[in-house]
């Protein structure tokens, strides 16, 4: 059982969206935190999609309906920074994560070989940066709408 099958319990609210039960809005969440736990892309890097467990549609119904269904601050704040992260994910990036991967460079690499490796993974990031930025504010503002506000 996951840390969200616990909060929500088997008393969860059912979703006012005819698409997702709270049962399936749980699994959904669970899925997408061990992806968040495990491999989500480094900090300034963007993912492909296609690397999330579910559509990101479906993990935004999810963490919305988890938002509607607890009370607990701490669960809530978390919730919302899994929507916001969710920006990170883009469609057609491919299956190398994009953006400058400090955890890539190595010191036995030089500094030479470390500056090309970071000019390398530069290349193209801005174009993702953009898109990422956009996405995070439009989560940010369909959050504020929902009566979930946030900081970001």
Do not use: H
């Not at 959904?28 to 968040?36: D, P, Q, S, T």
């Not at 549609?57 to 969710?86: C, F, H, N, P, V």
Request: proline fraction near 3%; aromatic fraction near 6%.
């Amino acid at each position: 059982m996951g840390i969200f099958s616990k909060l929500f319990g088997k008393n969860a609210a059912r979703s006012d969206s005819p698409t997702m039960t709270a049962a399936q809005a749980v699994q959904i969440i669970n899925a997408y935190g061990g992806v968040l736990e495990k491999s989500a892309p480094a900090p300034g890097c963007v993912a492909d999609a296609n690397k999330l467990p579910f559509p990101k549609a479906q993990i935004s119904e999810a963490i919305l309906i988890g938002l509607k269904s607890t009370t607990d601050a701490k669960m809530r704040e978390m919730l919302k920074a899994a929507y916001l992260e969710l920006a990170n994910w883009q469609e057609g990036v491919g299956s190398e994560d994009r953006g400058i991967d400090t955890s890539k460079l190595s010191a036995s690499m030089g500094i030479e070989a470390q500056a090309r490796a970071i000019l390398a993974q530069s290349e193209g990031i801005e174009e993702w940066n953009n898109m990422v930025a956009a996405e995070m504010q439009l989560r940010a503002a369909q959050l504020k709408e929902k009566g979930f506000g946030t900081e970001a």
